[in-house]
T-cell receptor, first 115, second 111 residues
Framework: GAVVSQHPSWVICKSGTSVKIECRSL??????MFWYRQFPKQSLMLMAT?????????EQGVEKDKFLINHASLTLSTLTVTSAHPEDSSFYIC???????????FGSGTRLTVV | RKEVEQDPGPFNVPEGATVAFNCTYS??????FFWYRQDCRKEPKLLMS?????NEDGRFTAQLNRASQYISLLIRDSKLSDSATYLC????????????WGAGTKLIIKP
């Protein structure tokens, strides 16, 4: 149980375009989902906390107008990278928890390459 | 000081060996502790939660030392498939379920 599905797995896009990444909890309801970014050989960095039915909470240094998060239902959160640039190329991962003591389930990640 | 610190490694150990690594955390209010493993270019997967009394899952043993604010992971009889990066994860504090991630320790098991 507690499966999180993330799509797409990888995407290559041109600079200036926007990319949407979807994160779905398949067998549980996730009122809160988390979006992370991971650069090569670095730790996961929390970008934002996505709350169902309300605005996302962004970490310091993360531009909310560039990384649009929508959490319209208890099973779906989306991250849209707007006007992507090469420096946005990274591994983006979403996660959700079904109970803090159980840890967190992760999507399989999306590798974004902006050319 | 980083909130969660790990030795990045890599640790190169022969198959069958026992290996252990530690992780230190800075927030004494943290309540939840986890070890995740991450394979190259994949998402992290929960290896085990870490409990105050210590816990064991097969060849893996996790320990928590609140006084010194570190957690450890011991792997016995290491397998080639144990090669991965092991991430130490701590919640931000109290009941706050925001996670703070270590940068990971890379483990390479050699035949």
């Amino acid at each position: 149980g507690a499966v999180v599905s993330q799509h797409p797995s990888w995407v290559i896009c041109k600079s200036g375009t926007s990319v949407k990444i979807e994160c779905r909890s398949l067998d549980f309801q996730a009122t809160t989902m988390f979006w992370y970014r991971q650069f090569p050989k670095q730790s996961l960095m929390l970008m934002a906390t996505s709350n169902e039915g309300s605005k996302a909470t962004y970490e310091q240094g993360v531009e909310k107008d560039k990384f649009l998060i929508n959490h319209a239902s208890l099973t779906l959160s989306t991250l849209t990278v707007t006007s992507a640039h090469p420096e946005d190329s990274s591994f983006y991962i979403c996660s959700a928890s079904y109970g803090a003591s159980y840890g967190y389930t992760f999507g399989s990640g999306t590798r974004l390459t902006v050319v | 000081r980083k909130e969660v610190e790990q030795d990045p490694g890599p640790f190169n150990v022969p198959e069958g060996a026992t290996v252990a690594f530690n992780c230190t955390y800075s927030n004494s209010a943290s309540q939840s502790f986890f070890w995740y493993r991450q394979d190259c270019r994949k998402e992290p997967k929960l290896l085990m939660s870490v409990y105050s009394s210590g816990n064991e899952d097969g060849r893996f043993t996790a320990q928590l030392n609140r006084a010194s604010q570190y957690i450890s992971l011991l792997i016995r009889d290491s397998k080639l498939s144990d090669s991965a990066t092991y991430l130490c994860v701590v919640n931000k504090g109290g009941s706050n379920y925001q996670l703070i991630w270590g940068a990971g320790t890379k483990l390479i098991i050699k035949p």
